[in-house]
Antibody, heavy 120, light 113 residues
Framework: EVQLVESGGDLVQPGGSLRLSCAAS????????MHWVRQAPGKGLVWVSR????????SYADSVKGRFTISRDNAKNTLYLQMNSLRAEDSAVYYC?????????????WGQGTLVTVSS | DIVMTQSPDSLAVSLGERAAINCKSS????????????LAWYQQKPGQPPKLLIS???TRESGVPDRFSGSGSGTDFTLTISSLQAEDVAVYYC?????????FGQGTKLEIK
């Protein structure tokens, strides 16, 4: 069974840092591009970042570029999101997700999410 | 960035009636080399992650009831629920996967009238 389990969400002060993890199981993690998507409380979905299978290619939403870094450890089947210089508007549930098809047809696999709250 | 705009923002439909949600992209998401529209539809219920319903604008995912259908091409798309059931109450999102950032529409809240 495909499983994605996010962790690392917490209450953090503005300007602080946090690292999210997404533990993958039930599939060959190293074969898939992985993504982070976030959702502020009561708001819509926002794509945040993606990383290629070997980690050599990354992409970010403008709102997080220069502050967030996506990475992966294929030996540990784990995806990461390093979040620096956090702002109140970064408060959200963060999901890791991926698509199982060869081409990006939409994310058919999602974790349950981890909550990040940025507040003093 | 490609902007995705859904309409309406909310919708109330009687049980058994048809519901239609529209999604418009600010530029075409049709990839000419393979004639595929990189457009997905999701359903999200409270406290749950989104569930992929439709990919490639019109391909229903495995296990999705056939009352859900997707149509459209280029910049204009529609998700249709042919006969609304109580369990369809949710927020629905479209998303383009044509180019990063893979932007989502703002969501449409579907309720029972």
């Amino acid at each position: 069974e495909v499983q994605l389990v996010e962790s690392g969400g917490d209450l953090v002060q503005p300007g602080g840092s946090l690292r999210l993890s997404c533990a993958a199981s039930g599939f060959t993690f190293s074969r898939y591009w992985m993504h982070w998507v976030r959702q502020a409380p009561g708001k819509g979905l926002v794509w945040v970042s993606r990383i290629s299978t070997d980690g050599s290619s990354t992409s970010y939403a403008d709102s997080v570029k220069g502050r967030f870094t996506i990475s992966r450890d294929n030996a540990k089947n784990t995806l990461y999101l390093q979040m620096n210089s956090l702002r109140a508007e970064d408060s959200a549930v963060y999901y890791c997700a991926f698509y199982t098809a060869t081409l990006p047809q939409g994310f058919d696999c999602w974790g349950q999410g981890t909550l990040v709250t940025v507040s003093s | 960035d490609i902007v995705m705009t859904q309409s309406p923002d909310s919708l109330a439909v009687s049980l058994g009636e048809r519901a239609a949600i529209n999604c418009k992209s600010s530029q075409s998401v049709l990839y000419s080399s393979n004639n595929k529209n990189y457009l997905a539809w999701y359903q999200q219920k409270p406290g749950q992650p989104p569930k992929l319903l439709i990919s490639w604008a019109s391909t229903r995912e495995s296990g999705v009831p056939d009352r859900f259908s997707g149509s459209g091409s280029g910049t204009d798309f529609t998700l249709t629920i042919s006969s609304l059931q109580a369990e369809d109450v949710a927020v629905y999102y479209c998303q383009q996967c044509y180019t990063t950032p893979y932007t989502f529409g703002q969501g449409t809240k579907l309720e029972i009238k």
